[in-house]
């Protein structure tokens, strides 16, 4: 992907840059093979090359979704903040994205396995 932005930048009229579905398939596939570190440094990388110009459509929600998919299914103890932190960054992004029933499931799904029933509650509430 990093290579289909850089071919757009130096030739745009001959390279296309990567849509969405390029780079959800790759965030995708980090989570699952459980490699949810990668995931956000792809998300943080797409974001900052949408905002400087580079992609002409951001990450939307299935992109987010992947990678709070990766990051509920890791091993990290910070797994909830980071979930949560991504799920705010969608709503409060310069473009707003609307979280959905995927990434509801998957922030559910994160706090299960971690015990935080009263987190669970409260999201249902939510």
Same mark, same amino acid.
């Given at each position: ?5 850089q071919n757009h930048k130096q030739l745009p009229i001959q390279n296309k840059p990567p849509n969405p579905?390029? +780079?959800?398939? $790759?965030? %995708?596939?980090? *989570? ?31 992109? +987010?979704?992947? $990678?709070? %998919?990766?990051? *509920? ?54």
């Amino acid at each position: 992907l990093k290579g289909m932005v850089q071919n757009h930048k130096q030739l745009p009229i001959q390279n296309k840059p990567p849509n969405p579905i390029h +780079y959800t398939a $790759v965030l %995708n596939s980090f *989570a699952r093979r459980g490699m949810a570190s990668e995931a956000e440094q792809l998300l943080q990388y797409l974001r900052e090359q949408h905002n400087a110009g580079n992609l002409e459509e951001g990450p939307g929600s299935a992109a +987010y979704n992947c $990678v709070i %998919n990766a990051i *509920a299914q890791s091993d990290d103890r910070d797994a909830p903040q980071k979930a949560w932190a991504l799920v705010e960054s969608m709503e409060k992004g310069p473009v707003e994205i609307q979280p959905d029933a995927v990434t509801f499931g998957s922030l559910l799904n994160c706090y299960a396995k971690r015990g935080l029933s009263i987190k669970a509650e409260q999201l249902l509430r939510r």
